[in-house]
């Protein structure tokens, strides 16, 4: 069974620091390109940073210089390392797992909420 779960989120002060965890099982993680979305009350999901199979990073201007993406191939795993929080970065944070053929998975999401 393909599943990518979430976790890390929570409150937290402007200003403050989260690392989000995506762990990955039923896939053969090192070919997914893996991504973090967040989607805010109201508004689209928007892409927040992604990580290719080799390893190149990019990230949306909104959280460059305060985010970064990360993976642990042995681990199965993709992090988010958030710092100076912003009020604005009050999102629901999802995992996303893409493959060059297509296959596309997402996980359940985790709440961050950032407190001014």
């Known amino acids: 069974q393909v599943q990518l779960v979430e976790s890390g989120g929570g409150l937290v002060q402007s200003g403050g620091s989260l690392r989000l965890s995506c762990a990955a099982s039923g896939i053969i993680f090192r070919l997914y390109g893996m991504s973090w979305y967040r989607q805010a009350p109201g508004k689209q999901r928007e892409l927040v940073a992604g990580i290719s199979v080799t390893g190149s990073t990019d990230y949306a201007d909104s959280v460059k210089g305060r985010f970064t993406i990360s993976r642990d191939n042995a681990k199965n795993t993709v992090y988010l390392q958030m710092s100076s929080l912003k009020p604005e970065d009050t999102a629901v944070y999802y995992c996303?797992?893409?493959?060059?053929?297509?296959?596309?998975?997402w996980g359940q999401g985790t709440q961050v909420t950032v407190s001014s």
């Open positions: 996303n797992g893409r493959r060059g053929n297509g296959a596309e998975r």
